[in-house]
């Protein structure tokens, strides 16, 4: 038996509770891990209140991002003992996932834990650290440099925002930090944000362009914030995108790419190749300072990971939810 968190549907309605578990209720996989430590991320608060319809088989363990221990392995690359983190994939949605004690997958979705990382600082990292580097790395890609100019994060107070202003600073770029919580102005600066700014400044429909200012930036919103960003991006500037929290539309015209040269670059940590992951966790290793760890996040317990998820979605939440899943 282990604990988990089970997400049911049925004429009772949708609901999310900690239960006890069967090892023959995990679905099939050829790596059983010990999971130690999962996360708290957005979608994962969508699946547990289901304010969306992220899960799409019940009932369901959520939890997109998990750090434990091989515990059985038929899996080539994995055998007992190793240390592993999974991000991605599908867990939490259409398989199993990590808020619980053990989980059972598919081993091509697992990447080792590299060894200068805790299994609670990589899941301090999660999903969406591992989005912010590979933001980063998309801007690295298409040229992007520190003496280009400021680089734009949106977000900034959340767990990719968070990651990416500690990465694009130790990496010697110039960040400017958009959050709508102007409480973290102090937050964001020790992470290494040289300029904090209103958010609400980008979440109104703007102009096809304004004045050119960001070489670069970071966009976890869509909508009119990613629109206005787009069109006060400098001549041949480069826009990651890789979320939603302000809407699914891009409210935007084709003025910043055909005038300006601008990229729109989309960023995608589902089904990124597993190379990538590895670069980018390598990355992590080496660009994203383990101090920073302590002020990006927090830990709690299971049961407390449900209470959290309506928080989460409503902005309420700074930085990193670390979820112990042993408590």
């Not at 298409?142 to 990496?171: F, N, Y």
């Not at 190749?273 to 300072?289: E, G, I, N």
């Not at 979605?313 to 939810?321: I, M, N, T």
């Amino acid at each position: 038996m282990f604990k988990g968190i089970l997400i049911e549907k049925d004429g009772s309605g949708y609901r999310a509770s900690v239960n006890d578990l069967e090892d023959a209720q995990l679905p099939e996989g050829n790596v059983t891990v010990r999971v130690s430590h999962s996360t708290l991320n957005y979608k994962d608060g969508l699946a547990i209140t289901g304010k969306a319809p992220v899960v799409r088989k019940f009932p369901m363990v959520p939890g997109i991002d998990l750090a434990g221990v091989v515990e059985e392995s038929t899996h080539p690359d994995y055998k007992t003992g190793d240390s592993v983190v999974l991000n991605g994939w599908g867990v939490g949605e259409v398989h199993w996932g990590g808020l619980a004690q053990k989980a059972r997958l598919n081993g091509d979705w697992l990447v080792p834990l590299p060894s200068a990382f805790t299994p609670g600082q990589a899941m301090a990292i999660g999903t969406a650290g591992y989005t912010a580097m590979l933001c980063v790395m998309a801007l690295e890609r298409h040229g992007v440099r520190p003496e280009d100019g400021e680089i734009l994060v949106t977000g900034a107070a959340g767990g990719v925002g968070s990651v990416a202003v500690a990465v694009l600073a130790k990496l010697g770029f110039t960040v400017v930090a958009a959050t709508g919580r102007p409480q973290d102005a102090d937050y964001l600066k020790a992470l290494g944000a040289t300029e904090i700014v209103d958010r609400a400044q980008f979440s109104s429909p703007g102009k096809p362009l304004g004045k050119e200012r960001w070489a670069g930036a970071v966009d976890v919103a869509g909508s009119h914030m990613l629109a206005n960003v787009c069109a006060t991006t400098k001549y041949r500037g480069v826009v990651t995108a890789c979320g939603l929290a302000a809407g699914m539309d891009l409210p935007l015209t084709v003025a910043p790419f055909i005038l300006r040269g601008v990229t729109l670059a989309g960023v995608d940590s589902v089904m990124c190749p597993r190379s990538d992951r590895l670069v980018a966790w390598q990355r992590l290793a080496r660009d994203l300072d383990v101090a920073r760890l302590g002020q990006i996040s927090r830990e709690v317990g299971l049961a407390d990971a449900i209470a959290l998820a309506d928080s989460i979605l409503k902005g309420e939440v700074r930085g990193r939810v670390v979820v112990d899943v042993n408590r």
